[in-house]
T-cell receptor, first 117, second 113 residues
Framework: GAVVSQHPSRVICKSGTSVKIECRSLDFQATTMFWYRQFPKQSLMLMATSNEGSKATYEQGVEKDKFLINHASLTLSTLTVTSAHPEDSSFYIC?????????????FGPGTRLTVT | AQSVTQPDIHITVSEGASLELRCNYSYGATPYLFWYVQSPGQGLQLLLKYFSGDTLVQGIKGFEAEFKRSQSSVNLRKPSGHWSDAAEYFCAVGARGNEKLTFGTGTRLTIIP
């Protein structure tokens, strides 16, 4: 089956620093990837849609200058949390849509736990 | 705007007993419907999906769901729960022509011996 990986799985950083999270589709090509944020015991909230070779589309209320998304290839999208603060601590999950797969089916990565101290 | 409601925050069933997780959606047209399972600290795994056709959908791990258009519901069922089924379950809705998914708030399933 389609596999999506994320790196790192856990990261702890100091307030004010930036953190980059990678999302890779391992055995398929993904023109579209999605970034979600999940708070403890809550649902997934879509942050942005990442399209290969073009600018990401951010959901309302998500700061594009704080959450930088780059989708430079068909298998890699990155999310950079700039000038991180404790309130950015969360579980970040990416998903990818197979360009040749069934429409609207997304494959999810295992998530990245970000802790900002 | 589309929305998804999972009315049960937490469900507890005995191992071997049947289980049902509820999901209601609100959308103007026929949506795409998904059920995902999330183990602690993990990403989401697709259990089943409904796009069209037969309203009773079989998924992995012995799960099934019945799409009821008149009730705007797609409840997840399993005839016999297993301890390994303990996890968080999310219902999600997608729109035709729109790749974005809207998730419900999730239902935590606990299996007791």
């Amino acid at each position: 089956g389609a596999v999506v990986s994320q790196h790192p799985s856990r990261v702890i950083c100091k307030s004010g620093t930036s953190v980059k999270i990678e999302c890779r589709s391992l055995d398929f090509q993904a023109t579209t990837m999605f970034w979600y944020r999940q708070f403890p015991k809550q649902s997934l909230m879509l942050m942005a849609t990442s399209n290969e070779g073009s600018k990401a589309t951010y959901e309302q209320g998500v700061e594009k200058d704080k959450f930088l998304i780059n989708h430079a290839s068909l298998t890699l999208s990155t999310l950079t949390v700039t000038s991180a603060h404790p309130e950015d601590s969360s579980f970040y999950i990416c998903s990818a849509r197979d360009v040749q797969g069934a429409s609207y089916e997304q494959y999810f990565g295992p998530g990245t736990r970000l802790t900002v101290t | 705007a589309q929305s998804v409601t999972q009315p049960d925050i937490h469900i507890t069933v005995s191992e071997g007993a049947s289980l049902e997780l509820r999901c209601n959606y609100s959308y103007g047209a026929t949506p795409y419907l998904f059920w995902y399972v999330q183990s602690p600290g993990q990403g989401l795994q697709l259990l089943l999906k409904y796009f069209s056709g037969d309203t009773l959908v079989q998924g992995i791990k012995g799960f099934e769901a019945e799409f009821k258009r008149s009730q705007s519901s797609v409840n997840l069922r399993k005839p016999s729960g297993h301890w390994s089924d303990a996890a968080e379950y999310f219902c999600a809705v997608g729109a035709r022509g729109n790749e974005k998914l809207t998730f419900g708030t999730g239902t935590r399933l606990t299996i007791i011996p």
